[in-house]
Nanobody, 124 residues
Framework: VQLVESGGGLVQAGGSLRLSCAVSGFTFDYLAIGWFRQAPGKEREGVSCISTSDGSTYYTEAIKGRFTTSSDNAKNTVYLQMNSLKPEDTAVYYC??????????????????WGQGTQVTVSS
């Protein structure tokens, strides 16, 4: 089981980035994939999640309307499109996976497998 994130980097405020999470070792069609982030000195927080079974999504209030998560089941990859980035979005972003039915749980404790993280830095 492996999750590999990519797509992080340095961007100016107002800019965009797209994170990818390539998943292997699972039957991709029955997963919940979560996106989490952790800024220096802060606790890890849930950002978004998606069900690869029914496509349902969840977004935390801080990023609603700016971030979009999607999945490409043919490529076993989940994406997090981040627009209108703000300096407070600066963090290490992680994707995580768990086998699940319909819907997706937004809490980190429900996820069993984690990627290595990718740094997102938004300059003001």
């Amino acid at each position: 089981v492996q999750l590999v994130e990519s797509g992080g980097g340095l961007v100016q405020a107002g800019g965009s980035l797209r994170l990818s999470c390539a998943v292997s070792g699972f039957t991709f069609d029955y997963l919940a994939i979560g996106w989490f982030r952790q800024a220096p000195g802060k606790e890890r927080e849930g950002v978004s999640c998606i069900s690869t079974s029914d496509g349902s999504t969840y977004y935390t209030e801080a990023i609603k309307g700016r971030f979009t998560t999607s999945s490409d089941n043919a490529k076993n990859t989940v994406y997090l499109q981040m627009n209108s980035l703000k300096p407070e979005d600066t963090a290490v972003y992680y994707c995580a996976a768990t086998t699940y039915g319909l819907g997706c749980p937004p809490t980190a404790a429900r996820y069993n497998y984690w990627g290595q993280g990718t740094q997102v830095t938004v300059s003001s």
